[in-house]
Every structure is written in C-alpha cells, then in structure tokens.
C-alpha cells in the first residue's frame, strides 16, 4: 500500500479499520474450528510458501489495502427470476443492486483511501456509476448523462461506505460467520487475476446439518492478503450460486479523475430527506442481523438455532398466510398452487417458498420461518424442534 501523504485522523482510522480488519473474535477463533494443515498446491497451481488457515484468515485480517481498481464478474444463480428494472426507468441504486440477484454482471472498483470509491455496474446499453470523493456523492447514469448528488455532511465521523458485491464484502460476511459449527481449512492455492492465491475454504462441519449451504470458497491473494474471489456452492452440488471475482485488479492508486464526474454531466441534488450516509446495500451484515430487520415486517421476531441452520421466525401483519384455494377465484387458485409446495406437520399447515439458498414457510396461521435451510428444517423447527 502507498502511505498516505500524510497520517490519517482518528475517524479516517477508525473507518479503515472498520473496513479493512476481519473481527478480532474471527481472527482469534478456537484451533478446534481452523484447520492447521498447511496449502498443498495441486498440479499447474502456483508453489506458495506453506500457510495455516488461522495464519490466512489473520492475513486477511491485517491487510492494509486502501489502494486499488479493477473488473468483477458477479454471477448468482440463486433460483430467482431476473431482477432488472425494478429501480425505474434509468436504474436507481438499489434497483442496480437488485440485478445482482441474478445473472451475469460486470462491475468496475476502484479505491484511493477511506473518502475515494467507485463502483460502476457495466452493462450492453450503458454504464450506472456510484462515486463519493470526500463528502461528495453522485449516482450517475451514463445513458443519461444525469447524475444525482448528495451530500455527507461530516464525513470524517460518517460509517464508511461498502464497495457492495465484491469478493472481500462477501468473504468478510462468511468469515463474521465462523464458529464451532465451522470448519476452515486451506485448499491449495490458485491464480485470480494473474495473481498467485491461497484458497479459504468455509462449510458446515456436518454435511447433513439441514443448511442449504454446501461451502464457501475464498481465494486471498498471497501478497496482499485480499480476498480476489468468492463462490458459495449450495449443499444440492450444481453450479455455483455466487461467484464474485476479479477478473482484472490493480493494487496502484487509481487516477484522480475516477472519483470526478465528466464535464457533462447534468447534476440535480437529492432531497433532503433522501440524503442517507454512504453506498451501503446491506451486506456488510451477518445473517442473524439481516433476520432482525425483519422485525418491523410482522411482529414476535425470534431467532432460532445458531450457525449455519439459523431460521428466523416471525408474524405476517394481521396473522394470515396465503389464501385457501377454495376461498378465491379458479385462475387464483392455480396461481397459488405455482407459488410454492404445500406441507403440513404438528405446527398446522403451510407452503414452503423455495430458492437454492434461501427457504421459507408460510404457515396458514400467519407464521413466516426463513433462513438459508432445507425446507424440511423449516418444518423441523416449525414443529419445534431448535
């Protein structure tokens, strides 16, 4: 990493940290749950002087990288229908964000310090960039040429914002994860990039534990100790459902005039009331954090179980779930049969929603239990078992 020109105030430092250092607890986690067999490279792979995971997952932890550009290819193949568009016409931050939900997507990153990012979601028409330089943010639509401006008023205290869907926001999501239901180990290493890396891999240590999960692979460049790629695999095998990685990386400072918009542009201020601090889509959040926003949803939010089969349990408004066939009209009823399976147990009845990662069921009585787990654990938990 270039130093800084000169050294960063408390709140840049706070905010670096924040972004840049996996959790003490994570780095420090039980010999019990990471593995200490060194990488052992395979045919073609790069030779890599020999690392532990608890030594890789605390290089991931220390690394300092402020500093860099590149290409990311996403793909998600969660099961969902395409989600472009929902934004609006022109495409809004978080209808762009949405697209990643499915498909193949092409972002451009790039970082100079804790005040200087970019992130532009590329497609075949046009370009949709987000930037912040300082306490400046624009969203910016290059088919259009409009950009909406906002502004972060102290942004030196502000949380920092995430560069959302690439590789190290997704590892250090799973990392936050580990526990003793965990098992983390090195596999070998690899080249990202045209750079030489370790391979992180993340996965229940029972294979049976009813998680939807299968593993997560992480590839950490061996320099850097930054995650290059991410891909989680479902427990069913198949492709895999998320795969974000860096097709081009540069660790150089990127050109001042990445985090300026062109002369062109035509900018509006955001209201005021839409002026939210930072870029950030979410995923900066563990799983059982996302399950506690669903608490304004329904209502009686309770978590249940830990690790890798957490379910979220929680009432629909008003404490109805989807509608009998027999009470609506012959098309709506074949419409609800498409909607999902129906199932029954010694909680009642109700209808499981299904996608290769994320299940849900509905019970006919207005209960809503989610989470990254078989639905045959839904109905195990429904029924009550934890």
Same mark, same amino acid.
């Not at 030779?47 to 998600?76: C, F, H, M, N, Y």
């Not at 790629?229 to 069913?236: G, N, V």
């Given at each position: 990493?270039?130093?800084?020109?000169?050294?960063?105030?408390?709140?840049?430092?706070?905010?670096?940290?924040?972004?840049?250092?996996?959790?003490?607890?994570?780095?420090?986690?039980?010999?019990?749950?990471?593995?200490?067999?060194?990488?052992?490279?395979?045919?073609?792979?790069?030779?890599?002087?020999?690392?532990? +995971?608890? !030594? $890789?997952?605390? #290089?991931?932890?220390? =690394? %300092?990288?402020?500093?860099?550009? /590149?290409?990311?290819? &996403?793909?998600?193949?969660?099961?969902?229908?395409?989600?472009?568009?929902?934004?609006?016409?022109?495409?809004?931050?978080?209808?762009?964000?949405?697209?990643?939900?499915?498909?193949?997507?092409?972002?451009?990153?790039?970082?100079?310090?804790?005040?200087?990012?970019?992130?532009?979601?590329?497609?075949?028409?046009?370009?949709?960039?987000?930037?912040?330089?300082?306490?400046?943010?624009?969203?910016?639509?290059?088919?259009?040429?409009?950009?909406?401006?906002?502004?972060?008023?102290?942004?030196?205290?502000?949380?920092?914002?995430?560069?959302?869907?690439?590789?190290?926001?997704?590892?250090?999501?799973?990392?936050?994860?580990?526990?003793?239901?965990?098992?983390?180990?090195?596999?070998?290493?690899?080249?990202?990039?045209?750079?030489? +890396?370790? !391979? $992180?891999?993340? #996965?229940?240590?029972? =294979? %049976?534990?009813?998680?939807?999960? /299968?593993?997560?692979? &992480?590839?950490?460049?061996?320099?850097?100790?930054?995650?290059?790629?991410?891909?989680?695999?479902?427990?069913?095998?198949?492709?895999?459902?998320?795969?974000?990685?860096?097709?081009?990386?540069?660790?150089?400072?990127?050109?001042?005039?990445?985090?300026?918009?062109?002369?062109?542009?035509?900018?509006?201020?955001?209201?005021?009331?839409?002026?939210?601090?930072?870029?950030?889509?979410?995923?900066?959040?563990?799983?059982?954090?996302?399950?506690?926003?669903?608490?304004?949803?329904?209502?009686?939010?309770?978590?249940?179980?830990?690790?890798?089969?957490?379910?979220?349990?929680?009432?629909?408004?008003?404490?109805?779930?989807?509608?009998?066939?027999?009470?609506?009209?012959?098309?709506?009823?074949?419409?609800?049969?498409?909607?999902?399976?129906?199932?029954?147990?010694?909680?009642?009845?109700?209808?499981?929603?299904?996608?290769?990662?994320?299940?849900?069921?509905?019970?006919?009585?207005?209960?809503?239990?989610?989470?990254?787990?078989?639905?045959?654990?839904?109905?195990?938990?429904?029924?009550?078992?934890?």
């Amino acid at each position: 990493m270039a130093p800084n020109d000169s050294a960063p105030n408390d709140g840049a430092r706070r905010r670096t940290m924040a972004r840049y250092a996996v959790p003490v607890a994570v780095a420090g986690v039980a010999a019990a749950t990471i593995g200490l067999v060194p990488a052992l490279a395979a045919a073609g792979d790069p030779e890599l002087p020999e690392i532990t +995971a608890q !030594q $890789l997952v605390e #290089k991931i932890a220390a =690394s %300092d990288v402020e500093r860099l550009s /590149g290409t990311v290819k &996403v793909t998600a193949d969660l099961g969902l229908p395409s989600l472009g568009g929902l934004g609006g016409p022109g495409g809004d931050e978080g209808g762009k964000l949405m697209e990643l939900a499915s498909g193949t997507h092409t972002l451009r990153v790039a970082a100079d310090g804790p005040e200087k990012q970019r992130l532009t979601f590329v497609d075949d028409a046009a370009e949709y960039s987000l930037i912040r330089n300082g306490d400046d943010v624009w969203a910016y639509d290059g088919a259009s040429k409009e950009a909406v401006h906002s502004t972060e008023a102290g942004a030196g205290d502000a949380p920092e914002p995430e560069l959302p869907a690439t590789p190290k926001d997704l590892a250090d999501q799973a990392l936050k994860a580990v526990d003793d239901t965990t098992s983390v180990t090195v596999d070998g290493t690899t080249r990202i990039a045209g750079r030489d +890396a370790y !391979q $992180l891999l993340i #996965k229940p240590k029972q =294979s %049976d534990s009813g998680s939807t999960i /299968g593993s997560i692979r &992480v590839a950490v460049d061996a320099e850097k100790g930054v995650p290059l790629k991410f891909t989680l695999t479902p427990s069913d095998g198949g492709k895999a459902a998320i795969d974000a990685g860096f097709t081009k990386v540069d660790f150089g400072t990127p050109a001042a005039a990445t985090f300026a918009l062109p002369k062109d542009a035509k900018v509006t201020e955001a209201p005021e009331e839409a002026q939210e601090p930072g870029l950030k889509p979410g995923l900066e959040k563990a799983p059982e954090e996302f399950a506690k926003d669903f608490a304004g949803v329904g209502g009686g939010l309770e978590v249940i179980g830990e690790g890798w089969t957490t379910v979220a349990r929680l009432n629909t408004p008003g404490g109805k779930g989807v509608p009998a066939k027999e009470d609506v009209p012959a098309e709506a009823g074949a419409f609800l049969d498409g909607l999902g399976d129906k199932v029954s147990g010694t909680f009642g009845s109700g209808t499981v929603f299904k996608t290769r990662l994320v299940n849900a069921l509905l019970t006919d009585d207005g209960r809503v239990y989610a989470g990254a787990v078989t639905p045959e654990k839904l109905v195990a938990v429904a029924n009550g078992e934890k």
